[in-house]
C-alpha cells in the first residue's frame, strides 16, 4: 500500500473540484492528517461546503452540514434522550455531530452554549447527555465557518474556544482564471448531473496509517527548540526588538505549541520529506497562530495584525 500515492491522488482529486482554493485544499488535508479542526473565515460562496463534502465522499467518511442560527439549540448539535411511551424508557437519538465530517456553518451566529457544546464534542472526542457519554467516531473532524463581512447578530468565539482549533484559515476570492475554469465546471456538471466521474476512494485505515507515519516524521532537537520559541515569542517577545512586545497582549498556550508540531509533520510529509525543516515551521505558522495571540490596543490602533506580528516573529528569531 502507497500511502503517498494515495493522499497524493486525494490531494489532486479536491484540487479538481475545489478550483482556485488550494490554500484551502492543503490545510483541509493537513488538519485531516494531523488529527485536528478547522475554522475558516471567508466570504460566502468560496466552496467552503463543497470542499469538506468531497473530502467526506473521496475517504468513505459520512457528512452533515448545520447551519447555526441564534436558535440553535445545544440537543440540535449533540442529540438528545427520547421518551419511549411504549416501555416508559428513554433512548438515545444521536445528533449531526456523530458524522466524520461536521460543517459547522458560521458557528459565530448560534450562543454560547451551543458554541460549547461542538467545542467540548471536538476536544473530548465525545458527547455526554444524562449520565452517558457516547464516543465520536474515531475519524472525525469539524470545519467551522465564520462570515467575515456580516458581524450583526453574531456571538464571537471566546479566545479559550478558538484555542481548540488546530488552524485558522483566512480564505479569499479566486483570480479570473480560477473563476473562468469554476464557470465550466459548473456547467459541466449542470449539463451531466447523474454523470458519475471516476470516484476517488482512500480508505479510513489510509488516513490512520499516514497519521502514525507523521507522529514518526523526523524532527531534530534544534527544530524542536526552534517551535517552541516561535511560541514562546508570542508571549515574551524577541530579546532586541521591543515592537512585538507592546503588540501583544496575551500570547498562544502550550496547546500550540503542539498544534504547530503536528502541522509542521504534515506539511512536511504532504511535500514528500522524511524530516521537518524551518521552512514546514514557516509555512503554517500564520494558519496555527493567527487566533492563538490577542493584539494589544497599541497594535490594533496602528493596524497591526495578528499575520503582521508573526511575519515579524518569523523574521527574527533565529533558526537554530
Not at 13 to 25: C, Y
Not at 150 to 157: A, F, I, R
Not at 287 to 292: I, Q
Not at 294 to 319: G, K
Request: aromatic residues 6%; charged residues 25%.
Amino acid at each position: 500500500m502507497d500511502l503517498r500515492s494515495d493522499i497524493q491522488a486525494l490531494k489532486d482529486w479536491l484540487d479538481s473540484k475545489i478550483i482556485g482554493q488550494e490554500q484551502l485544499t492543503n490545510r483541509l488535508l493537513i488538519a485531516l492528517l494531523a488529527n485536528g479542526h478547522l475554522l475558516v473565515e471567508g466570504a460566502p460562496g468560496l466552496a467552503k461546503t463543497r470542499a469538506i463534502k468531497t473530502l467526506a465522499e473521496a475517504i468513505e467518511g459520512s457528512f452533515h452540514r448545520i447551519q447555526f442560527t441564534p436558535d440553535l439549540l445545544p440537543g440540535d448539535i449533540t442529540g438528545t434522550d427520547i421518551f419511549r411511551p411504549e416501555d416508559g424508557s428513554f433512548a438515545f437519538q444521536p445528533g449531526p455531530v456523530f458524522h466524520h465530517m461536521v460543517l459547522a456553518d458560521e458557528i459565530n451566529r448560534a450562543p454560547a452554549k451551543v458554541q460549547s457544546a461542538l467545542l467540548e464534542a471536538m476536544a473530548e472526542r465525545q458527547v455526554s447527555v444524562g449520565r452517558k457519554s457516547y464516543p465520536l467516531p474515531e475519524l472525525f473532524l469539524v470545519m467551522a465557518t465564520q462570515n467575515p463581512i456580516e458581524q450583526e447578530g453574531t456571538y464571537p468565539l471566546p479566545e479559550a474556544q478558538l484555542d481548540r482549533f488546530l488552524m485558522q484559515v483566512n480564505i479569499d476570492y479566486p483570480d479570473a482564471a480560477s473563476e473562468q475554469a469554476i464557470l465550466r465546471l459548473s456547467r459541466q456538471e449542470d449539463r451531466e448531473p447523474s454523470a458519475e466521474d471516476k470516484q476517488l476512494q482512500v480508505s479510513q485505515d489510509s488516513i490512520f496509517a499516514v497519521r502514525r507515519e507523521i507522529l514518526d516524521l523526523h524532527l531534530s532537537d534544534p527544530m524542536e527548540q526552534y517551535i517552541v520559541q516561535m511560541v514562546v515569542a508570542t508571549r515574551n517577545g524577541i530579546e532586541g526588538d521591543s515592537d512585538i512586545k507592546h503588540w501583544l497582549s496575551y500570547g498562544a498556550s502550550p496547546r500550540g505549541t503542539i498544534a504547530l508540531d503536528r502541522c509542521a509533520r504534515a506539511h512536511a510529509w504532504l511535500l514528500g520529506k522524511d524530516y521537518v525543516s524551518p521552512d514546514d515551521v514557516q509555512a503554517i505558522a500564520r494558519e496555527v497562530l493567527r487566533h492563538r495571540i490577542i493584539l494589544s490596543f497599541e497594535a490594533e490602533a496602528n493596524d497591526i495584525s495578528a499575520d503582521d506580528v508573526i511575519d515579524r516573529i518569523i523574521q527574527l528569531l533565529p533558526v537554530t
